[in-house]
């Protein structure tokens, strides 16, 4: 086997192409964004090279055909028991020693640089953009998330790995019937003449980057992981999301104007994205526009809900949820409505999307591998 570093212009066309060759026959395959990959190995655009480093690799067999890449990493902020490095990006043919080869040389190469475990498939970034394996629901992917084939699994855990924690999306039919509990919430809080619902609009996108802070810093900042957001930092991802937020089908709460609740939910991206194979140059942005317009996307993905803690447990959400499904039923063509993951150690999170009656759609999973066979294994806590 015959290992080449990821450094010339054609090692970096081949590690972006790789997975497309080897999932070309696979219907749900989506080819993420060239520039979403280049992204995370780039020192000038990804902050995480200030307190890590990161090296790609190529895998070639005796014919000189690449059979497998991965990206190997250590970030010094990734706190855990022992000193743990990551790995993402794996890819590799259905083979067990070629895998068990590039499992290898990424645990010598985390060695070499101190580490005790490793983790992945993960990402040298935040956790919301490639992170884990597909384990379960092997459907088309949401806008960057892992997609793999189902013997990544045996791969993975016949070498050795340990799931360090599952993580679950959940999903249901928007068309489908709302649990008679909702109705009744809507129907008592709606007497509330203090309480409001409005869906998110774009000429107010300051406004409600405000009030999105406002109520995730009082609703999850403060809970596990979570992190203070300032007006600045959301203002700052509104603007990024701009030309993709679909004015139906994200909803703010009020109690006398002032901000308790929020349904954040954007179009999946896939939908169009899939059609443009990885590129976007001015081509593909002037035919993802023309998608846009003509091309029905039946599929949104939650991304954050919350609800400031006085206002928990009193129905506000299902008040909000039956305001906003009234409207985007008529308003919109979404079909299916998918969550970004939630990981096992969060049960609260978990209860809330099980709440919002949905039911798991796929599982992906963050796997470990502690370099000293004989340690005692460990999940990840219970937040």
Same mark, same amino acid.
């Given at each position: 086997?015959?290992?080449?570093?990821?450094?010339?212009?054609?090692?970096?066309?081949?590690?972006?192409?790789?997975?497309?060759?080897?999932?070309?026959?696979?219907?749900?395959?989506?080819?993420?964004?060239?520039?979403?990959?280049? /992204?995370?190995?780039?020192? =000038?655009?990804?902050?995480?090279?200030?307190?890590?480093?990161?090296?790609?690799?190529?895998?070639?067999?005796?014919?000189?055909?690449?059979?497998? =890449?991965?990206?190997?990493? +250590?970030?010094?902020?990734?706190?855990?028991?022992?000193?743990?490095?990551?790995?993402?990006?794996?890819?590799?043919?259905?083979?067990?020693?070629?895998?068990?080869?590039?499992?290898?040389?990424?645990?010598?190469?985390?060695?070499?640089?101190?580490?005790?475990?490793?983790?992945?498939?993960?990402?040298?970034?935040?956790?919301?953009?490639?992170?884990?394996?597909?384990?379960?629901?092997?459907?088309?992917?949401?806008?960057?998330?892992?997609?793999?084939?189902?013997?990544?699994?045996?791969?993975?855990?016949?070498?050795?790995?340990? $799931?360090?924690?599952?993580?679950?999306?959940? /999903?249901?039919?928007?068309?489908?019937?709302?649990?008679?509990?909702?109705?009744?919430?809507?129907?008592? +809080?709606?007497?509330?003449?203090?309480?409001?619902?409005?869906?998110?609009? $774009?000429?107010?996108?300051?406004?409600?980057?405000?009030?999105?802070?406002?109520?995730?810093?009082?609703?999850?900042?403060?809970?596990?992981?979570?992190?203070?957001?300032?007006?600045?930092?959301?203002?700052?991802?509104?603007?990024?999301?701009?030309?993709? +937020?679909?004015?139906?089908?994200?909803?703010?709460?009020?109690?006398?104007?002032?901000?308790?609740?929020?349904?954040?939910?954007?179009?999946?991206?896939?939908?169009?994205?899939?059609?443009?194979?990885?590129?976007?140059?001015?081509?593909?942005?002037? =035919?993802?526009?023309?998608?846009?317009?003509?091309?029905?996307? =039946?599929?949104?993905?939650?991304?954050?809900?919350?609800?400031?803690?006085?206002?928990?447990?009193?129905?506000?959400? /299902?008040?909000? +949820?039956?305001?906003?499904?009234?409207?985007?039923?008529?308003?919109?063509?979404?079909?299916?409505?998918?969550?970004?993951?939630?990981?096992?150690?969060?049960?609260?999170?978990?209860?809330?999307?099980?709440?919002?009656?949905?039911?798991?759609?796929?599982?992906?999973?963050?796997?470990?591998?502690?370099?000293?066979?004989?340690?005692?294994?460990?999940?990840?806590? $219970?937040?």
């Amino acid at each position: 086997m015959k290992v080449e570093k990821v450094v010339t212009n054609k090692h970096k066309i081949e590690f972006l192409a790789f997975p497309a060759r080897l999932f070309s026959g696979d219907s749900n395959y989506i080819r993420p964004l060239d520039k979403d990959i280049d /992204g995370v190995f780039d020192p =000038k655009r990804n902050k995480f090279f200030r307190f890590g480093e990161c090296e790609r690799f190529l895998f070639l067999n005796d014919q000189k055909v690449v059979v497998g =890449k991965i990206a190997v990493f +250590i970030n010094k902020k990734y706190k855990q028991k022992q000193p743990t490095g990551g790995f993402g990006f794996f890819d590799c043919i259905d083979e067990e020693e070629t895998a068990n080869f590039i499992f290898d040389f990424a645990k010598n190469w985390l060695q070499q640089k101190g580490m005790e475990a490793m983790d992945g498939p993960i990402n040298f970034g935040e956790r919301d953009k490639f992170w884990g394996l597909l384990t379960e629901g092997f459907s088309e992917p949401l806008y960057a998330m892992n997609y793999n084939a189902p013997y990544y699994k045996k791969l993975f855990e016949n070498y050795g790995f340990q $799931v360090y924690f599952n993580q679950l999306c959940f /999903g249901r039919k928007i068309h489908n019937p709302v649990a008679d509990k909702f109705l009744e919430m809507h129907e008592r +809080i709606s007497k509330n003449k203090a309480i409001s619902a409005k869906r998110m609009k $774009v000429k107010n996108l300051e406004k409600f980057a405000i009030d999105f802070t406002e109520i995730y810093n009082k609703a999850w900042a403060n809970h596990g992981e979570g992190k203070q957001l300032t007006n600045a930092q959301t203002l700052k991802l509104f603007l990024t999301l701009k030309p993709v +937020i679909n004015e139906h089908i994200s909803w703010f709460v009020y109690e006398n104007e002032k901000p308790i609740a929020m349904w954040m939910n954007i179009p999946d991206l896939n939908q169009w994205f899939k059609y443009l194979n990885g590129k976007f140059g001015i081509l593909q942005k002037l =035919k993802f526009l023309l998608m846009k317009k003509l091309t029905k996307n =039946k599929k949104m993905v939650g991304l954050v809900f919350g609800i400031v803690p006085e206002w928990q447990k009193k129905g506000i959400d /299902g008040f909000m +949820i039956w305001e906003g499904t009234k409207h985007f039923r008529k308003a919109t063509d979404f079909e299916d409505y998918e969550m970004q993951w939630i990981g096992d150690f969060n049960p609260k999170m978990m209860k809330i999307a099980e709440s919002l009656e949905t039911e798991v759609t796929r599982k992906l999973a963050t796997y470990r591998f502690l370099f000293d066979r004989e340690k005692e294994f460990e999940r990840h806590p $219970v937040l």
